[in-house]
């Protein structure tokens, strides 16, 4: 079972593995079958769910709402993170010329009250800034998470893919805490264990959600010599542990950075969600969680 954990101190408590919602578009369920899926993760302890406004071409939110529909009960067993700023040239917006980021007031209110009536709920429990916006301004977002907040459209807000230094710019100017930052961390991919944005998250004791934990499947699949190098390592360290399978070796190596990401699963098979679920189990040696660093470098450790 999954355990719920806190996400910041004095924040919201999320599942410790969140269920993302990124391509339910393509998953080809039937309503029914969609809260069905929901039902299922839930009963695993995994009550943290993720969307975005833009997921599916702007259709993810609302497919999850018409599940929640089926059984709006299920809604307080849920805790649901949801991500607005990025403007995609979509056929739903035929006037946008390329895509582009808005962090104005205006768009994130907008933003937020379509992803309340496509979610069909009442409050978002957590609000991200989805991409570091070059003409953000700080000030005016925080009138628009006080705006939101006093409605009570949302509960709590985060960010997605921050740099530290902008991480630091938006929490100047508002009153709670920012409560996660959303960042790509897999075996491929992990500068933010190097460039100082882990290390603000654990300095001040928030818990990141990792995104891509399995690298959009280039571990499986890939044919380039760190893949290729990763893939092997992983396998045999999956072999110690248990006969383990790959995905579940990565995401206890996520797990094992001392900022403790609550890792995001992509999948809508139950079965991919119980491995993950299992993965809980397994505990990586320091040596084992080096291995897979070096493979992915190339080199050894300075």
């Not at 009138?143 to 710019?169: D, I, M, R």
């Not at 990792?210 to 280039?218: D, F, H």
């Amino acid at each position: 079972m999954v355990a719920k954990v806190e996400l910041t101190p004095q924040g919201p408590q999320f599942s410790e593995l969140v269920q993302g919602y990124w391509r339910l578009a393509d998953w080809g369920m039937t309503p029914a079958q969609r809260l069905d899926f929901l039902k299922q993760h839930l009963d695993l302890g995994i009550t943290t769910v993720d969307h975005a406004d833009i997921y599916g071409d702007y259709r993810c939110e609302a497919l999850f709402g018409e599940a929640l529909a089926l059984d709006p009960s299920v809604r307080d067993q849920l805790e649901i993170v949801t991500k607005c700023d990025i403007k995609l040239c979509s056929d739903q917006y035929p006037a946008r010329r390329i895509n582009h980021y808005d962090t104005s007031k205006a768009h994130i209110v907008d933003s937020v009250n379509n992803s309340l009536a496509r979610l069909q709920v009442e409050t978002i429990d957590v609000l991200l800034i989805h991409r570091p916006d070059v003409l953000m301004a700080a000030d005016e977002v925080a009138e628009a998470f006080a705006e939101l907040k006093q409605q009570g459209k949302v509960q709590y807000f985060g960010v997605s893919n921050f740099t530290p230094s902008q991480f630091e710019l938006l929490q100047s100017r508002l009153d709670a805490p920012l409560v996660t930052n959303q960042v790509e961390i897999n075996p491929l991919n992990f500068e933010v264990a190097h460039d100082g944005t882990l290390d603000q998250l654990q300095m001040k004791r928030t818990k990141p959600m990792a995104w891509s934990c399995l690298a959009g499947g280039e571990i499986f699949i890939g044919q380039s010599e760190q893949a290729v190098r990763v893939r092997n390592e992983l396998e045999a360290i999956g072999e110690e542990v248990g006969e383990q399978s790959i995905d579940q070796v990565i995401y206890a190596w996520v797990r094992r950075l001392p900022s403790k990401p609550l890792p995001i699963i992509g999948s809508g098979k139950i079965d991919r969600v119980q491995a993950a679920v299992d993965a809980l189990k397994i505990e990586l040696s320091r040596e084992q969680w080096f291995r897979v660093w070096v493979a992915s470098k190339g080199h050894g450790v300075p």
